[in-house]
């Protein structure tokens, strides 16, 4: 054995067969503990985010079943997709629960908005008068304008004729999934603006209302944060 040899093993710098590695076992363990903790913390991440989700979906259609029976200058009522010169079902939901309001004194006015679609001859809010007209809502309690062709833009052109008119409250009228986000936009945008909900809705089915619950989820979302 060489002199340097001996001096090694004197300092024990050699470990000893079969001794553990203390200094290469850490680390492991310490990566061990950093995975299980990730873990544990995408679980509560991803558990809390489905139930704000689900929380968010009941909160969304409740608010759009909510009417107190108050009353108002006029009753707004968002756009919805026209089929040539005859409102689509869902938008004729909408004209039906604004006409009923009239018709009760809740409102003295029904303020209708929409713009023409893609190759459309008639915008919404043509046909929406001209159905109004046929269930005799007298002329001078229809206003309407022909140009928006989104929820927001519905209500900016709404809020001008508001302004115009010198109505000071509005109720908004939709379906029901759609409401929460419409009275948002409309109270940013400085209207006096209360939700009234179809009391009906054409979106029936499980496929067709999980779509538009989904669809409203993130819109309104998108426009709390982004105001867009």
Known sequence: MSAVQGKDQANGSDPEPGR?????????????????????????????????LIGQVIAISRYGFQDDGQNADCAIVLGGAAWHNKPSPVFKERLNHAIKLYLEGRVGALVLTGGKGAGASYSEG?????????????????????????????????GKILAKQNFRSALVVSDPWHLKRGVLIARRLGLEASPSGTRTSRFKSLKSRTHFALRELYLYHRYLILNR
Do not use: W
């Not at 203390?22 to 544990?40: D, M, N, T, V, Y």
């Open 20 to 52: 553990p590695l203390e200094s290469s076992s850490r680390p492991a363990r310490k990566k061990i503990g950093s995975r299980r903790f990730l873990l544990r913390l995408t679980a509560f991440t991803s558990g809390f985010l489905v139930l704000y």
């Open 126 to 158: 043509e046909v929406a008068r001209d159905y109004c007209l046929e269930r005799n809502i007298p002329e001078h309690a229809l206003f309407m304008e022909g140009h928006s062709t989104t929820t927001i833009q519905n209500l900016e052109e709404a």
